[in-house]
């Protein structure tokens, strides 16, 4: 690449060596004609005080042939002036020795001229004009304007001849440098020449080289689509291997509790053909089932980040706080809990029942790995997760946290454990210890929240976990008390239940009515709308989001501008719907989770019914 740039090189120097010479020849060319500038205005100068010089003279004769002193005017305005232009002459005076000797011998004639002129009038004035003449035909006063004259000549072809001798200069460089750029364009078309012809022979080889590149990308392409093919493969896999654990787990723990409702029911069932009561294990043992199934569902759709979430400003020390009593409950005596809680500690904005289960799960899986015998320390801060721990961490965005670290003192977690940690239905501990949902659960929530999780641990050493959730900026809202208490008013409303699933209806119907409320029950939205119309002392809508043709948000809608005053709550078992987005409830929305129990929606009603 040198050699072949080596042509180029050549010719570019040779264009600057031109385009330089012609600058330096400009700029030559500039101070010569400043120099016959300044040469002109130093002959002006001179003829200048020539003239001074004459007109003192010739006022002087004047004066002397015929006494009139307005003659000597020009005398004394020449004398008068003749200082400034020897200071101007003196100033344009090239530091030249021979110039300045030429100068010298003018300021010494101009003197000797100035003083017979000055003499001459002297004794004129006192009366001796024959004296005075005489001293004028002398010829001294003349003698000294020809040396004045001589010297200016003198300097006059000095100046000449500098000025010629750069002319000359300035013409020989002209010269060489139009026989150079003849030259140079000559040795850049040959230099040319030479380079489209090695550029040919280059592109050819280039072509060449690309063809080889083409054939070469198109055998890389196909090993490329071939292993993309394998690793598509061996993805699906995973992905199939990854969600038969989950299925299986699901299956296996539904099929659990499946199994413990079946076998209670089917028990109740022969009992009660036998005559007899005493079924109330069974029904306890069906309940329990179904709750556990219940909070299955929610930890998966926590894994899935589609949980419902009600978020409030937190002051988490607060809330840390105020779980002392359940933490130690949970955890037993043998465990002894630490908590170190920030000062200044910032608010966070998220769902604090959650941040609660996040804390107590992670609680009890520390006590599970310290074997019910250790030191747990639950520590809050703030902390600022900048640019570059966002690059290297998926879903992280820079900034400020809120941050709740659980540390145990426990056998700690090896690199490939920690890895699966957070997968639904993985699991190091026993059977029956364990899902495998609580960290799938936690990670959930903290990523739908929009915060991260990490785990710190060593085989030995105990394990960290450390929840960041995002800082809080706005102002703080104002949070209703949780409960109402004991002391209800009476009840005496009338509720509308509109559930599309008829065997939901019926049983959602029994369960207000043994609540003591009167009960309206439609299976469509325009049902709903009829019975609204028929029955305007609605107190409340008890709706379905998701049903055919007309959903619950838009029954909601439809209903309240009919009856302004109408309270709604609504309920599903899936909740991506129209009363949920991005995980959160809609401002001002009453929910209700599928499944609940007869005591959730007990309260639930009665702190919608009870509002202002």
């Not at 003349?142 to 004259?149: H, L, N, P, Q, V």
């Not at 071939?226 to 061996?234: G, K, V």
């Amino acid at each position: 690449m040198r050699w072949q740039s080596l042509p180029l090189f050549i010719g570019f120097a040779v264009l600057a060596l031109i385009v330089g010479t012609r600058a330096v020849l400009v700029e030559g060319q500039r101070a010569n004609r400043e120099a016959a500038r300044q040469a002109i205005e130093y002959q002006e100068a001179l003829s200048g005080l020539l003239s001074l010089a004459q007109d003192a003279e010739t006022s002087q004769r004047g004066y002397l042939l015929t006494g009139d002193k307005s003659y000597l005017q020009p005398y004394r305005q020449a004398v008068e002036a003749i200082p400034g232009q020897l200071a101007r002459i003196d100033a344009m005076t090239a530091p030249d020795d021979e110039l300045v000797q030429q100068i010298n011998r003018i300021k010494d004639a101009l003197a000797q001229k100035q003083a017979e002129l000055v003499q001459t009038i002297a004794l004129y004035d006192h009366g001796d004009a024959a004296k005075a003449l005489e001293l004028v035909r002398s010829g001294q006063g003349k003698a000294a304007m020809d040396e004045i004259r001589a010297s200016m000549d003198t300097i006059r072809r000095i100046s000449g001849a500098a000025v010629a001798a750069r002319d000359e200069h300035t013409d020989r460089v002209e010269n060489w440098l139009r026989i150079g750029s003849f030259a140079a364009l000559l040795a850049i078309f040959l230099l040319g020449a030479y380079t489209i012809r090695l550029s040919r022979r280059r592109f050819r080889e280039v072509v060449v080289a690309q063809e080889e590149l083409m054939r070469k990308n198109i055998e890389l392409g196909n090993e490329i689509r071939t292993r993309e093919t394998a690793e598509s493969q061996i993805r699906q896999m995973q992905k199939m291997e990854a969600v038969g654990q989950l299925t299986g787990g699901i299956a296996h723990d539904f099929n659990n509790m499946l199994a413990v409702i079946m076998s209670a029911m089917n028990l109740a069932q022969r009992k009660l053909a036998r005559g007899e009561h005493d079924i109330a294990k069974f029904l306890e043992a069906a309940v329990d089932a179904a709750s556990r199934a219940a909070n299955l569902t929610a930890r998966l759709l926590a894994f899935s980040r589609q949980q419902p979430l009600a978020p409030q400003v937190v002051d988490t020390n607060r809330l840390v706080t105020g779980m002392s009593d359940l933490l130690r409950r949970a955890l037993g005596e043998t465990i002894r809990i630490e908590t170190v809680l920030a000062g200044g500690l910032w608010k966070t904005h998220a769902d604090p029942s959650q941040i609660e289960n996040a804390i107590l799960n992670l609680a009890v899986n520390a006590r599970d790995a310290m074997d019910d015998n250790g030191k747990l320390t639950i520590e809050t801060g703030n902390s600022h997760l900048d640019d570059s721990y966002a690059a290297t961490h998926a879903e992280v965005k820079a900034g400020q946290y809120v941050m709740i670290a659980v540390s145990d003192t426990g056998a700690g977690m090896p690199p490939e454990i920690m890895a699966k940690a957070f997968e639904p239905f993985f699991t190091t501990k026993p059977v029956n210890k364990g899902t495998g949902l609580g960290l799938s659960q936690v990670f959930g929530f903290v990523k739908q929240s929009g915060g991260h999780v990490k785990i710190y641990s060593e085989p030995g050493e105990g394990t960290t976990i450390k929840i960041y959730l995002p800082r809080f900026f706005g102002a703080e809202e104002a949070v209703l008390p949780a409960g109402r208490g004991e002391n209800q008013t009476e009840v005496t409303e009338t509720i509308l239940v509109v559930e599309d699933d008829a065997r939901v209806r019926a049983s959602t119907t029994d369960v207000l009515r043994e609540l003591g409320y009167t009960v309206i029950h439609a299976g469509s939205g325009q049902e709903a709308l009829q019975k609204l119309t028929e029955n305007p002392g609605v107190a409340l809508l008890f709706t379905d989001i998701v049903m055919p043709v007309m959903n619950g948000r838009k029954l909601a809608e439809e209903a309240l501008a009919r009856l302004p005053q109408l309270k709604v709550i609504f309920t599903t078992g899936f909740t991506k719907n129209a009363v949920v987005h991005n995980g959160v409830l809609d401002h001002d929305v009453h929910f209700l989770a599928k499944p609940f129990t007869i005591e959730q929606l007990a309260a639930k009603l009665r702190d919608v019914l009870d509002a202002k």
